[in-house]
């Protein structure tokens, strides 16, 4: 049997329901009276699992997994851990250090662009950004640890 | 007060120098969001939407519109010069739009598009203006069964207007659904699967999940090497169409105008779909419909059209009855909400300065997106220049400041971050995560009435259709799903398919 993209698709949201069956175990369902808190995403849940068996079912119509294109993978990941320790730092540096840091790390680190455009972009976008904000618009931006 | 006084109530109001400010902001940065491919509307909305904080609601709901609507008009420019759509709505629009560029057409494929969107979406308010005040005087008569009945219609049409199937897109609205019930259950007080996390006690906000999904999952699945930029910058003065041109983009205007705004009424994204759906209609009513794909001109004054008058036709069921039909009204509607100003039926008459000076901002706002994005179409093509390598940065970076600034929540950009991972996964797994975003703004209003329903009846679940509105909406209900089931039976290729095809294929 050829393993398709909606074996996969449907596989996953099937254990996401029964996951969501297991961590719901102690919140009341209630009755049909008075409703508990449990009874919505329970219900939720078994139609999310009853979809998923569907996709699995009707898997053939779908494409085959090895079909299914990966060029991308190393890009989106470079991006998210970047992004990651972007938002981890947000708050001890604050706006400006965190995204300076952000915009030169894509740029010159991911992207490969010349030391000094990335840079000049890093600086210069960074703080027109917090010109617009902090000052025009009046919405102040996280401080960190240089106060502003 | 009659249509006629409240209109020019709601015009005192959108031309105060202020308002009309915030209403060519809006549009201003809705023209540039719709021409940056990456940045949606949606992105755009919540990125802007803590900027509006300090504003009042008129001009907050004003802005935020702009960007909407605006973001229609300017998608349209990246779709004709470069064959890359500003935004989803824009997809059909490459197909001829470019083609026309090929042809030396650039200018006039682009002036009919902005026309045609000025015409659609004049029509739009005009329309909008005489259905919602009515629609939300009806609305005063529902109670929670009518509300649960109306929120499932709205579900299961947004699935049987889906160009996938049926099942894809009932999965993710129920994932979003779940999603909605994360946090203090409001009726007992208990927690859901909050994890002793305190910012999940009140729930998954819409906006990380949106900006997650759609700017930054949006991002994840575009390689920065291969968007490649070529770009036909028209002429000023080769703007003007042709009369034969104007006279093949007449009757598609007006059926695109008609054909979006009553898309827009329906939940989804009504926007993308009216698009296509004007698109297959324009190319099934054409005397040579050999000429689409080659430079039609009707494949460019319909979709465009259409999807303007769809992004307006929205605002109704968003104003009237305080329904989101899709992620973009879900935010506004948020907007409205931290300025104190809950949407719904009592609206017109609680705030009719709101209303009326929204709905008279859309008149004036229609009006600049035509003075903007013709004349000045050559300033949005230099936008265009800017390398992906350095735009999609500048994105990140507002997503994460617009999701931070909301609720000044490190929780809700992790969620972000999340989300674009499972945008990024859902896209390569083609499941559409519009559904998953709509099933979680409907969530608490759904369980609520719902729940409130059957302790209204005592448990009997016949409530629903006793009751002639809830039943007539539960009928209509049971009616999609067995069309939608009988086109599975009989394994026929309805206009659905052939839309996903032309999703898939064309629009690629």
Redesign the interface.
């Known amino acids: 049997m050829t393993l398709r ?2 074996h ?2 449907g596989g996953v ?1 099937v254990a ?1 329901g029964l996951a ?1 069956l297991a ?2 175990g102690d ?2 369902v209630g ?11 329970k219900l ?2 078994g ?2 699992i009853l ?2 068996l ?2 699995i079912v ?1 898997a053939g ?3 085959p997994l090895a079909s ?1 294109p990966w ?2 993978l190393t ?2 990941a470079r ?2 851990a970047i ?2 320790v ?2 981890a730092l ?2 001890p540096l604050g ?1 400006v250090v965190t ?1 300076v840091l ?2 030169f790390t ?2 010159f680190g991911a ?1 490969r ?1 010349p030391l000094f455009a990335a840079a000049a ?1 890093s600086v210069g ?2 703080a027109l ?1 917090y010109l617009l ?1 902090a000052v025009v ?3 102040p ?2 401080p960190g640890i240089l106060g502003f | 007060m009659g249509t006629v006084e409240s209109l020019l109530l709601g015009f005192s109001v959108a031309l105060q120098p202020d308002v009309l400010w915030y209403a060519f902001l809006g549009c201003l940065v809705g023209t540039i969001v719709g021409v940056l491919p990456g940045i949606g509307p949606l992105s755009g909305i919540s990125i802007l939407l ?2 509006t ?2 504003l009042d609601t008129t001009k907050s709901v004003v802005m935020l519109a702009g960007i909407y609507y605006g973001s229609q008009y300017g998608g349209s420019t990246t779709s004709i010069l470069m064959r890359i759509p500003g935004e989803a709505a824009s997809v059909m629009t490459c197909i001829d739009g470019y083609a026309m560029a090929q042809k030396g057409r650039a200018g006039a494929a682009l002036c009919i598009a902005a026309v045609g969107s000025w015409v659609a979406g004049t029509f739009g308010v005009i329309m909008l203006t005489l259905i919602a005040p009515p629609l939300a005087t009806f609305a005063l008569r529902f109670g929670p069964p009518e509300y649960t009945a109306l929120l499932m219609l709205g579900l299961v049409f947004l699935a049987y207007m889906s160009s996938t ?1 049926l ?2 897109t ?2 993710m609205a ?2 979003g ?2 999603l909605g ?1 994360i946090g203090i ?1 409001n ?2 007080g ?1 927690f ?2 909050s994890f002793d996390i305190p910012e999940l006690g009140d729930g998954i906000g819409i906006v990380p999940v949106a900006v997650g999904l759609f700017g ?1 999952g949006e ?7 291969n968007m490649i930029r070529k770009v036909i910058a028209p002429k000023l003065r080769q703007l003007l169409p042709s009369r034969q041109e104007w006279r093949e983009s007449v009757m598609p205007i007006a059926r695109g105008s008609l054909l979006g705004f009553l898309v827009g009424l329906t939940p989804g994204s009504a926007h993308i779909i009216s698009s296509f759906l004007s698109y297959g209609l324009e190319r099934r009513l054409s005397k040579h419909p050999e000429q689409f794909g080659k430079g039609a001109v009707a494949g460019v004054a319909g979709p465009e059209s259409a999807n303007n008058a769809a992004s307006t036709g929205a605002f109704v069921p968003m104003l009237a009855l305080g329904l989101p039909t899709g992620p973009i009204t879900a935010v506004l509607i948020a907007a409205l909400m931290i300025h104190g100003v809950p949407p719904g039926p009592t609206l017109v008459n609680e705030h009719p300065n709101v209303f009326w000076g929204f709905v008279a901002s859309m008149y004036v706002g229609n009006l600049m997106l035509l003075a903007l994005n013709l004349p000045l179409v050559g300033i949005f093509v230099n936008v265009l220049r800017i390398p992906y ?2 735009l ?3 994105v ?3 997503c ?2 617009g999701v ?2 909301v609720n ?1 929540s ?1 929780v809700d ?2 969620i972000m ?1 999340i989300m ?2 499972v945008g ?1 996964g859902l896209r ?4 559409d995560p519009a559904p998953l975003v709509l099933g979680l703004v409907i ?1 608490p209003t759904f ?1 609520m009435s ?2 409130q329903s ?2 209204m009846s ?4 016949t409530i629903f259709v006793q009751r002639p509105i809830a039943a007539v909406l539960i009928a209509v209900c049971a009616l999609l799903l067995a069309l939608a089931a009988l086109s599975v039976i009989r394994a026929r290729k309805d206009w659905r398919s052939k839309l996903a095809e032309a999703e898939s294929g064309e629009g690629s």
């Open positions: 993209t909606d996969i698709a949201f996401l969501v961590l719901s919140l009341p009755t049909l009276s008075f409703p508990g808190a449990g009874m919505m995403p939720v849940a139609l999310m979809f998923g569907l996709l009707r119509e779908s494409a299914l060029g991308d890009h989106a991006i998210v992004t990651a972007a938002i947000y708050q706006f995204m952000l915009l894509l740029t992207e662009r972009f976008v960074v950004t904000f618009l009046k919405t931006l996280e | 803590p900027a904080f300090g199937s099942p894809r009932l999965l129920c994932f659904l779940l019930t259950d009726m007992t208990h859901r699967y930054l991002i994840l699945s575009t390689p920065a090497a390598a350095y999609y940065p500048l990140i970076m507002f994460i400041v931070y600034e000044h490190i950009v992790w971050l674009g991972v990024y390569k797994f083609g499941l969530a369980e719902l729940r059957l302790i005592n448990g009997n679940w």
